[in-house]
């Protein structure tokens, strides 16, 4: 079945996943009233149910919530890390072409898809490079991924990021553990754009960082969408991270999707009781 694209790059229908055997109850004894997404009588967790979303190109969508809300589980299903229970997500590339459901792709050519269109900054600079490497063998790590195979045209790639993400490009075969927490971010900022992708997935990059370092992070992102174009989609608990880069906010809870709009209307006149408690708080 073919989707219309209405000009989108990706669309997501009733995307759900859950840990656990699940029972009758699960569903009447979590969710948002109930303020929890672990069912009380078979411990199951439903970590994300029937979540809807489109991005357009070029776009900055948010997704807030505090932890355990399902945020970082739903990007992780549209990292194609975690597969979902139920649901679909659809890719139109940019430019045209038919669309596909990502979900329906052969384990080598979800890999493909992955390594090419897709890139992720993950909390953690662990979770997302190797420690064991260089910091230009990191990135380079993710061209030969992408097929690349000139070791001069790697090492110019790679300098070319390091550059443009604020690193100094005379340290591109130093080891990660001699980087700061903020550049860390910044080389896996460096990574994630190796191979050009459509869609940068962002999860609480700035988490942990010290306010000054958070800021010029913040501005780097800001600066890399505003030249590059790229699509982003950024989770985070911090609403004030959101209102600076994104356009667009879905809000979530206890694995549902509570509220979604533009984000500045989300800040001036939020529905829901628990998007107003995350608005009341970082004002």
């Known amino acids: 079945m073919e989707r219309p694209t209405d000009d989108w790059l990706l669309r997501v229908e009733g995307l759900s996943k859950r840990y656990g055997p699940g029972c009758p109850s699960c569903s009447r004894l979590t969710g948002p009233e109930a303020g929890t997404s672990q069912c ?13 979303l489109s991005l357009r190109p070029g ?14 589980t739903l990007l992780q299903m549209l ?23 990502l979900l329906r792709l052969n384990a080598y050519s979800a890999r493909r898809f992955r390594n090419d269109r897709l890139g992720i900054v ?11 490497f260089s910091v230009g063998g990191n990135v380079a790590e993710k061209l030969l991924l992408a097929e690349w195979r000139h070791v001069g045209k790697i090492r110019a790639r790679t300098s070319e990021l390091m550059a443009q993400t604020e690193l100094p490009v005379e340290r591109i075969d130093d080891a990660p553990g001699t980087f ?12 994630a754009l190796a191979s ?9 990059v700035t988490s942990g960082l010290d306010l000054s370092v958070q800021a010029r992070v913040l501005d780097l992102i800001r600066r890399i969408q505003w030249e590059e174009q790229i699509t982003m ?4 608990h911090d609403l004030g991270v959101i209102r600076q880069l994104a356009r667009r906010t879905i809000v979530m809870k206890s694995g549902h999707i509570v509220e979604s709009g533009l984000t500045d209307q989300i800040m001036e006149d939020p529905q829901h009781p628990y998007t107003q408690l995350l608005v009341s708080s970082a004002l």
């Not at 700061?180 to 080389?187: A, D, E, I, K, T």
Request: hydrophobic fraction near 40%.
């Open 40 to 52: 009380p009588r078979c411990g199951t967790v439903l970590a994300c149910v029937a979540a809807g």
């Open 122 to 132: 993950h909390q953690r600079p662990e979770l997302g490079l190797n420690m064991h």
């Open 180 to 191: 700061s927490g903020g550049m860390l971010q910044r080389v896996q900022i460096a990574k």
């Open 233 to 236: 989609l950024l989770v985070s």
């Open 196 to 204: 050009r992708p459509a869609l940068l997935l962002l999860d609480e």
């Open 79 to 101: 990292n194609l890390a975690v597969k979902p229970d139920s649901g679909a997500i659809w890719y139109a590339e940019p430019g045209g072409g038919t669309p596909i459901d």
């Open 59 to 72: 776009e900055v969508l948010g997704i807030v919530g505090e932890s355990g809300s399902g945020k970082s």
